[in-house]
């Protein structure tokens, strides 16, 4: 076990040695620039309306520009599938990114951590807030059978997880935070229109803040299909996990914070 730990605790995510400095879309052959566009037009299908498919893709900065696809929607709707080239690269030196550092740990490693380090379960929350009722990705974190051949918290012996699943007020959520005495809460948010995630995501911040009884090394995590870690931590979180996110990612995210706030 003493050797898993370590390893645990030190391992570095792999890094892809191999990348090039300058890089440009790739279609049929390296380097080529050859892109592929989907977009709707407000005007019925034609070959008007195939020409401004085309000189759209042109003020883009495409060129040989193909229309391979054009398809009526409505009366006055097209749909236009478009190739074309562009002329633009891109220096990876010039690429940063804020993202979660800690090392990826196995089902095993995590909870060989927690009861080595730690010594008891970790209690983990977790809810879809506000009028939101989807549950898939809270699910998909929680649920025994996890995602993607990775369990889920509630098949982790030293975690205590709950799934509050969907459509839970805010005010709710922050009450069990104090009740179970959570170490960490997982907040999810499908519903993105007019970024109403953004305000149903900071209001649950904002109760936190104002209710008695929150552990002061609370993990707070969010999570859903148009949220990144940087726009996380923005906000307040401590973390951010989008779409494809798999239990081990969260979990060996909260292992590694708590360790860090003991």
């Known amino acids: 076990m003493c050797s898993t730990i370590e390893r645990a605790m030190t391992s570095i995510a792999p890094t892809n040695k191999y990348m090039p400095k300058i890089i440009r879309?790739?279609?049929?052959?390296?380097n080529d620039g050859v892109v592929q566009l989907s977009f709707t037009l407000p005007i019925g299908v034609s070959?008007?309306?195939?020409?401004?498919?085309?000189?759209?893709?042109k003020k883009m900065g495409l060129d040989k520009i193909l229309v391979a696809t054009m398809e009526s929607i409505d009366e006055n709707f097209s749909f236009f599938v478009v190739y074309g080239r562009c002329q633009h690269d891109i220096n990876m030196d010039d690429i940063k990114v804020v993202k979660i550092e800690n090392p990826l740990l196995s089902f095993d490693e995590i909870n060989d951590l927690i009861k080595a380090k730690i010594g008891r379960k970790l209690v983990v929350v977790g809810a879809c807030i506000g009028s939101d009722a989807h549950t898939v990705g809270i699910d998909a974190i929680f649920n025994p059978k996890g995602f993607n051949h990775d369990w889920g918290f509630e098949r982790y012996p030293w975690f205590e997880a709950h799934n509050l699943r969907a459509q839970v007020r805010v005010e709710e959520l922050a009450k069990k935070v104090v009740d179970l005495k959570a170490d960490a809460v997982l907040v999810s948010r499908v519903v993105t229109q007019r970024d109403e995630h953004i305000v149903e995501l900071k209001k649950f911040l904002e109760q936190v803040k104002n209710t008695e009884g929150v552990q002061s090394h609370l993990i707070k995590i969010c999570g859903g299909p148009r949220i990144t870690h940087a726009e996380a931590l923005s906000w307040?979180?401590?973390?951010?996990?989008?779409?494809?996110?798999?239990?081990?990612?969260?979990?060996?995210?909260?292992?590694?914070e708590y360790l860090k706030r003991m």
Do not use: C, K, N
């Open 47 to 57: 070959p008007e309306a195939r020409q401004a498919a085309v000189e759209l893709a």
């Open 25 to 30: 879309p790739y279609g049929d052959q390296t």
């Open 236 to 256: 307040g979180y401590d973390a951010g996990f989008g779409p494809g996110t798999r239990p081990s990612q969260v979990a060996s995210f909260i292992v590694h």
